[in-house]
């Protein structure tokens, strides 16, 4: 590969994980919010599905705009 590629690989697993730490974040805040206590099964829901839109498009270069996606699905996701 070039380093092109390992730039991009490296893109991805930053992205990746910097998503799963705000969605969980974001999903501990919510539930505490709503329920009074963190809810831990929420918390785990929720880093799963931003997993999940993360990995549609994991180069994206910008780093608020992953992190504000991350957090609206994680709030859509305790709210229901």
Sequence with gaps: GTFGNLADIN???SNTNRAAAD????A???TQLL??????TMILNSVLACLMSTSAEPLTHH????TMIDA?????????
Excluded at 23 to 26: I, K, L, P
Excluded at 35 to 40: E, G, I, S, T
């Design 72 to 80: 609206f699905d994680s709030m859509i996701l305790v709210s229901q």
């Design 11 to 13: 893109q991805s697993f």
């Design 35 to 40: 329920n009074k206590k963190p809810d831990f």
């Design 23 to 26: 969605c969980a974040v974001a």
């Design 28 to 30: 501990a805040i919510s």
């Design 63 to 66: 780093r608020t705009q992953p």
